[in-house]
């Protein structure tokens, strides 16, 4: 571990970096997402070129020599990319978002008068993989930023959930049902757990949803009825298991015969619960979860407004953690969870609640610091 002295900094100047560095930053999300669409534009190449190497320059003045080692690779690489020796790829934007993360934690310790820590098995391991990167083959190339994106530890912060019991959600819900309710609920929670088997990204789902959906509920305010929120998210995946293996497990793009086979998912968790009278508010959120507020989601084509609260606590939920463990069947890599974050910013107010989204990433990003 390297430790910079408060002390050994220049408190000015260290101001001034973390304004710039704040705009740095939102233009490499900005530059990454665009990117994605128009990977050869030159003009998006030397944007994300230009805040990275400027960014690497001012920590460099400041002596912070560990950071300034790893942001070095990662403008070679990208040098590399605008004079067409590589091809920008996702995982480079990945990479990119997560070494900025390491230079983000470091620096608001110094900014909040602290000590500033660096980990520098982490810098050096990510600047050694890098390193080697634009001499590759492809497939090693592969491998390499494989073990720099392991090094930065993508959802480390994420990934200690501990395991939702049953009895624990029943417990901390607003109001007590009665003891069958209570088993209602854990046959649907061991179903869930049951079915997870059904999809090779499933594994540790359910529970991963679940503590995500009731610590928004609980930082919003408990809007929601806890216990309602807790069975919507249990059933939403028994109906998805309940669709066709060969759909669910599809590595290539669907059909649009296909996607409308996996819309069907919100039918059947809706007809699930129809018999269970004291989880009707369940079964709404279940029908809404994929509404836009934009009237372009399905099946009702409901607008802002018209969707309640716990549908959009599932589907940001059920966003995020897709992309932060790799269920995207287009990407069964694990993504940082600022990407995750930039694509939830990317669809507020369109799909989602644009104060719903701040909410989430506020909760998330003090998630991180505690």
């Known amino acids: 571990m390297v430790v910079v002295s408060s002390e050994s900094l220049d408190q000015e100047t260290l101001q001034d970096f973390l304004d710039e ?3 740095h930053y939102e233009n490499v999300e900005k530059m990454i997402l665009a990117l994605e669409g128009a990977p050869t534009e030159k003009e998006l190449l030397n944007s994300l ?17 560990p950071l300034v080692d790893m942001l070095q690779e990662l403008e070679t690489i990208l040098d590399s990319i605008r004079h067409q020796q590589m091809e920008f790829q996702v995982v480079i934007g990945d990479i990119s978002l997560l070494i900025l993360d390491q230079v983000s934690t470091a620096i608001s310790q110094a900014g909040e008068g602290g000590d500033m820590e660096i980990d520098d098995t982490i810098t050096s391991g990510v600047a050694e993989n890098l390193k080697k990167v634009p001499d590759a083959n492809a497939s090693d190339q592969s491998g390499l930023f494989a073990k720099a994106l392991k090094i930065l530890g993508p ?10 019991e049953p009895d624990v959600v029943v417990k901390t819900a607003a109001m007590d049902f009665s003891h069958a309710t209570n088993e209602d609920f854990s046959f649907f ?33 408990a809007p929601v009825e806890p216990n309602q929120l807790a069975v919507a998210v249990c059933v939403h995946d028994v109906a998805m298991a309940m669709l066709p293996s060969s759909l669910l497990n599809k590595e290539s793009q669907l059909s649009d015969m296909e996607v409308t086979g996996m819309r069907e998912h919100v039918q059947l968790a809706t007809r699930l619960l129809a018999p269970y009278k004291d989880f009707q508010e369940a079964r709404t959120i279940l029908a809404q979860h994929h509404e836009s507020l934009d009237g372009s989601g399905y099946p009702m084509g409901l607008v802002k407004g018209e969707i309640v609260p716990g549908a959009q606590i599932l589907a940001i939920c059920h966003t995020f953690e897709a992309i932060t463990h790799g269920h995207s069947r287009n990407d069964s890599q694990t993504r940082p969870t600022m990407r995750a974050i930039m694509e939830l910013n990317r ?24």
């Not at 070129?49 to 020599?65: C, P, Y």
């Not at 959802?155 to 939702?164: F, G, S, V, W």
């Not at 359910?206 to 928004?216: E, I």
């Open 21 to 23: 560095f704040q705009e």
């Open 189 to 221: 929670h061991s179903l869930a757990s049951h079915v997870q088997n059904r999809a090779h990204f499933w594994q540790g789902r359910v529970d991963r949803v679940l503590n995500l959906a009731l610590k928004l509920n609980e930082y919003a305010g």
């Open 49 to 65: 070129f230009r805040s990275i190497h400027t960014v690497k320059g001012n920590l460099g003045f400041l002596g912070i020599q």
């Open 155 to 164: 959802n480390a912060h994420m990934e200690a959930e501990e395991e939702i």
């Open 347 to 370: 669809f507020a107010n369109v799909q989602f609640d644009v104060e719903w989204v701040t909410l989430f990433v506020k909760m998330v990003r003090d998630q991180r610091t505690q």
